[in-house]
């Protein structure tokens, strides 16, 4: 595939500039048509809601750690020692043709070469011998659920990946925990189920620790060799900044988002939003 694409390499940083960033780059795409990858981690420990989730019956309602909604479904991520990835792009540069379902075997392609750069050999959950029967159990985390195309090592899912669809334009985003906090998942679960036999972290895969930075180049090296692509190393420009700034503001970091799933734009922030996109 002959058209450009972007890598966007970022550190770690709380999850309501995450989850702007996200957006602001799903925004622009519609604008500029550039795909970019985006590699990225969280300076502390992190909820992430699922676009339809309820946080009142999904989580213990003691939990001191800060939550944020995603713009995409699927259930709760505690995101903490982990790598990050966000994929935006449009069908036809990855040569998306099938079903939606369909399109997680093809975008997480790129996870499988990841892992066996790593000695680790991945599997769908669908592909994964005897254990059809155990695809589909119905959890409010990630972690414990298990879909089609989730990957599994073994019998233990490892990370998650969710999507948004637009008209013209795809976005994922996936997580791949480095190391699991399992007496922190097990808190913030109101269910009592245990966790332990569910998920696993790349850490006690290898029975050694792993270093972020070197993770994230490797994330970008097996994109490249996934998909034939060669990626462009770039910075945000500052319409995007600008653009995922004013998310940050009006909407990451807000409580009616957050917590009840609204957000009305009007007056100022449809100001702004249109005077980010006009300048593109």
Known sequence: MSKRWRLIIENKNDGYYNMAVDEALLFSYSVHKIPTLRIYGWDKPFISLGYNQDPV????PLIKIPVVRRITGGSVIVH???????IVCGPGDLELTGPVKESYRQLCSFLKIF???????????????GRQEKI???????????QQFDLMIGAKKIGGNAQRRRRDSVFQHGSIPQRVDFSLLSSLMMCGQSINSKTCGLDDLLKQGTDFCKLQVMLAESFSEAFSIKLSQEKMPSKEEKLSSMFLRRKYTSC?????RIFKPAGKVIDDLSKVLKAF
């Open 57 to 60: 019956k999904v989580l213990n």
């Open 256 to 260: 009616d988002w957050n917590y009840k």
């Open 80 to 86: 903490d020692k982990e790598i990050t990835y966000s």
């Open 115 to 129: 892992y066996l750069k790593l000695g680790l050999t991945a599997e769908f959950a669908q592909d994964v011998p």
């Open 136 to 146: 589909f159990p119905a959890s409010d985390f990630c972690f414990m659920d298990r």
